[in-house]
C-alpha cells in the first residue's frame, strides 16, 4: 500500500533555481495539501486542493505555486528559490470533508536547502 | 485563523515515567487531532476529539477535550522509547472541511 508518495527524498538548491516536488496519492483522496515544517513552527499549510483543477492558497503561500492536473498528483513548483525556503515540505491528502471525523495520510516528507 | 499552543517545546523524561503534553486553542475547536511523527519521517494519524469532555486512549496514550472544546491534553503511561518523536496538535476551526493548522509540537526524548 502505496498512500502518499513523495519526490525527491532530499534536494540542495542553490538561491534562484527552480525546482517541482511531486506528491502522489492511491487512495482516491479529493483533498490534498503541501505543508512546509520548520523548527519550532510545526506546520504551516502552503497551498491546498480540493479537488482536480482546483488549488487555493493556505497560510504561506507566497514564492510557492501548485497544480493539480489529476486527482493523484499535486505538484508544489518554486520559481526561484530562496535561503528562507529551506525547509521540510510534507504533502498529506484525505477525503472529502463531511463528518468531521477525517484524518489526513502524510507522505514522509522533503528536506529541501537552499543555499 | 486558528492558532494552536503546545506545552512543553520539549520534553525528556526518564523511561516509565508518565508525562502530559498540552494543547490550547485560541477559538473554539470543531476538531482537535494528535499526530505523531518520529524523526525523519511523516506523520502518523493518533487520535481526533470532537465532543467537549471527549476522551479516548490508544494503547499508553489518552487524549482528552476539556468541556469548553479549547484546550486538550496528551497523557502517556508509562513512557518508552518507543514514544519518542514529536507530537502534533492539528485543529480545524470551522464545523466543515478539513484544513488543519497544527501546533508548534511538543519533542519527546525517552530515556532507557
Known amino acids: 500500500n502505496a498512500g502518499v508518495t513523495q519526490t525527491p527524498k532530499f534536494r540542495v538548491l542553490k538561491t534562484g533555481q527552480s525546482m517541482t516536488l511531486l506528491c502522489a496519492q492511491d487512495m482516491n483522496h479529493e483533498y490534498m495539501y503541501w505543508y512546509r515544517q520548520d523548527p519550532g513552527m510545526g506546520l504551516r499549510l502552503i497551498h491546498y486542493s480540493v479537488g482536480e483543477g482546483t488549488t487555493a492558497k493556505g497560510e504561506v503561500p507566497d514564492g510557492y505555486n501548485v497544480s493539480r492536473l489529476k486527482k493523484q498528483n499535486f505538484l508544489l513548483g518554486l520559481e526561484s528559490a530562496a535561503p528562507s525556503q ?9 477525503y472529502t470533508s463531511g463528518t468531521g471525523d477525517e484524518k489526513l495520510f502524510f507522505g514522509s516528507g522533503t528536506q529541501l536547502s537552499v543555499l | 485563523s486558528q492558532e494552536l499552543e503546545q506545552s512543553p517545546q520539549s520534553l525528556i523524561v526518564q523511561e516509565g515515567k508518565n508525562l502530559t503534553i498540552n494543547c490550547t486553542s485560541s477559538k473554539t475547536l470543531y476538531g482537535l487531532y494528535w499526530y505523531k511523527q518520529k524523526y525523519g519521517e511523516g506523520l502518523i494519524f493518533l487520535m481526533m476529539l470532537q465532543k467537549g469532555g471527549e476522551e479516548k486512549s490508544h494503547e499508553k496514550i489518552t487524549a482528552k ?26 485543529a480545524d476551526g470551522t464545523s466543515a472541511g478539513n484544513m488543519l493548522t497544527f501546533g ?9
Request: proline share 5%; with cysteine.
Open chain 1, 86 to 94: 529551506t525547509s521540510v515540505y510534507f504533502c498529506a491528502s484525505s
Open chain 2, 65 to 90: 477535550l476539556d468541556e469548553k472544546k479549547q484546550q486538550s491534553s496528551l497523557h502517556i503511561t508509562a513512557s518508552q522509547p518507543s514514544h519518542a518523536g514529536i507530537y502534533l496538535c492539528g
Open chain 2, 104 to 112: 508548534g509540537g511538543t519533542r519527546l526524548m525517552v530515556k532507557p
